[in-house]
């Protein structure tokens, strides 16, 4: 605000002028899919204004005023999202002082709230985002004790505010870690789990003014109070770690007692119950590339896993190996097809689904109009390896295929003494 | 070879002496020599049938490709390539229309069977970090041959693979180089007549491990420059210690009963990396950092093999083709930690474009299983900025260079005739995210098949487990 107040006398209208934000745009003659992976229109005009998508339409005309970005013999997507990182929460993880996901002293690990530590100018946001990546969601990886605090969407665009949805869900850790902070058995850890949630349970409660009042005294400003009044007026999804079957079957029990709005995150062993999980529409957060048993707590991960949910009726998102690579959950969702996912499916995992699992639908996962225009023009097929996006926008704004790495490789193409005097 | 370098100059100035002791009559004792294979391979190829496969498009890993070519294994090695051979009698015939042939990937950076899975503290034993200089510790005393990870590489086209010590120590340990194939012990998995590696590292690992004294008493190293001092105190050992040895066999060959220097397990590993027995890998991501190993390489005598992950490798490649190194390296891989920071997606396809040795590595037992992804992607990103390589060339990155870089190059790494029948057949051009290795070779018999259970092992830990026997 500062900036904008130091411009007064500068017409707002001159700003917006200048600003990509406004800009009117026809991108022309590509394969769009409107709906995820589906909803394919050939020779699409894809007409984007004010920041959002206004119309996809086979061969449609151009309106006058309308800069035009020609995608022949391309492929036109939403813009992915990631469904599980730390963008924005952190620069270089270790031993370098910019991690801002892990909070091993917190006090309010439940209310604690990821959206309080982005930073927009992380280097990690442009080296993402060119890779056709526009969404994430961002959480923490680290507290005291099993609950991880609240994660959020954001956008991966050139805003201060990046922030799609605020308190989106909080995140609850029922593995063999989350067993440890618990005090070292699955058993303390449930004893805490229902404890907790049992005591925030509004219902079947007397519907005392008084005490109510004093309940609110008492608690007022506590975050993790607030979190967890939020989870039973589903105004935010519980997020449950989990991998061993037996442990998933107690996240679907656990929504069964408290009706509370549950996703699966890594859910290696979720394939065996993927028919239970359907059921209890409870969604599956993955990386479809887990094929390890890389603990006693996935034994049956497969790769395969990702296939066998969706054609057991479970909506699926995915995640990327880590938050430096979270680019690749492109190259994931095509390893999954590799393993019987239909294409479709995958790429519905990397927009609609998690649009509509972290509750951001309304303005984002389609090409539909009136959605947020997060468009991507692909070199070919997005979900192949040799592929990559030559045009991308973010709420409308066209996004340089600029990052600090692009950078670097502009610097060296040819070696020189001192490169750093080279313009 | 064995210390031609370092001897030469000594044994002449000897020569003199050794005549002069000479004294006639005295009693010797045994001449001891140091048994330098005391953990022999015992690998044998599993068994084969001669198999012909047919009209696929064939990449020789050398930079050549052929369509609708056949090859033919027998007795374990590749007997003909070619438009149109003749399958003999008794050959299995494999109809490849459609699909492609390469030689098997290499990975010449692997943890399997030393970090296997299940990762759990009990079979954590890559890195023997109470020293900073480990030599003396050999990896393949370390390989629990049950990771089910070696089945999940061989499911991605891997027939070879080097099992390197961690990076914790500055030097870490031997490596051994194996034939991706089952086997009850790790003897039965090792490379026939593979030279050792030894494992080395530059940078944050060894002052992060050791500078606060944690795991050592010396807290040292704790900075860069410490490190490069504990490399050369240890080569100047390993000088000291290799003399000893030659002033030994030249008193002994004079005829004097002379006792042998005392063994040292780390200098007998130090002295077989001077000697250039055994082929030196190191850990190192910036481009200063390898600039000063390859001065110490120098002042040392010896050669590195390859810098290991080299993420700066792009900022002097035209340094890494003048020395002879190779550089080992992910697709994309960048950021973790400070020294990974200025990691780019170009960085394979400019270190080869500069003439140097470039190796696509995993390090990783989930990207091992689709290392000819990362070389895709290197090789897209190469293209996007006009270096272009064709998809032959692309595939010395994953065989023929990471087995020179192991020393293994006369026997496997390309599609040669007379050289080991390591070979894949993949269901589509492997150049796609959408291809998987139908079948993976090792000399000449089917280590995986996608469409048999047969073929697809099962570990033993995997027994009675869920997930036995399924999908992966």
Redesign the interface.
Known sequence: MRILNTLAGVSLAALMAGSAFAEDVAITGGTAFTHGGTGKVDNATVLISAGKVTSVTSGGDVPAGYRVVDARDKWVTTGFMVSGTTLGMMEVPSWAGMNDASAPKADHTIGMDATEAINPDTTLIPITRIEGVTRAVIGFTGSKDMWLGQGAVINLGNGEDLVTRSRAFVTLNITENGAEDAGGSRAALWDVINAKLEAADPRGKKDDKKDKDDDKKKDKGDLNTEALARLFDHKESLLVIANRKSDILKAISLKERFGLDVILYDADEAWRVADRLAAAKIPVILDPIDNLPESFEDLSATGAAAARLHAAGVKIAFVGPDTQNARLVVQSAGNAVAMGLPWEAAVDAITVNPAEIFGVSASYGTLEAGKDADVVVWNGDPLEVMTSPDVIFIKGEEIPLVSRQTKLRDRYKEITRSPAYVK | MRGRRLRAGIAIAAMGFALAACQPGEEQGDFVDINRDPFPSTYTPLQSAPTLITNVTLLDGKGGKMEGASILLADGKIKAVGQSLEAPEGAVTIDGTGRWVTPGIIDVHSHLGVYP????GSHSDGNEVGDPVTPDVWAEHSVWPQD??FI?ASAGGITSLQILPGSANLFGGRSVVLKNVPGRSVQDMKFPHAPYGLKMACG?NPK?VYGKGQNSDAHRPSTRMGNVAGYRQAWADAQAYQREWDKYERDYKAGKDVLPPKRDLALDTLAGALRGDVKVHMHCYRADEMTVMMDVMKEFGYQIASFQHAVES?????RLKANGVCSAMWA???????EA??????NIP?VAN?GACAIVHSDS??GI??LN?EA??A???GR??GVDFSEAEAWEWLSLNPAKSLGIEETTGSIDIGKDADVVLWSADP??????ADMTFVDGAVVFDRHDAAHQPVMD??LG???EG???
């Open positions: 899975s299940p990762s759990t089910a990870g999940r944050e992060r792009y900022k002097i490649a035209d994309d891989w960048y950021g973790f930690k400070m920071y200025d990691g780019i997606r170009e400019f500069a037992e989930r299983q689709r992804q895709a992607k090789l897209a990103d996007k900025v150049f796609s995210v959408y291809a998987k830990f995997e487990q869920p997930g399924d999908a992966k």
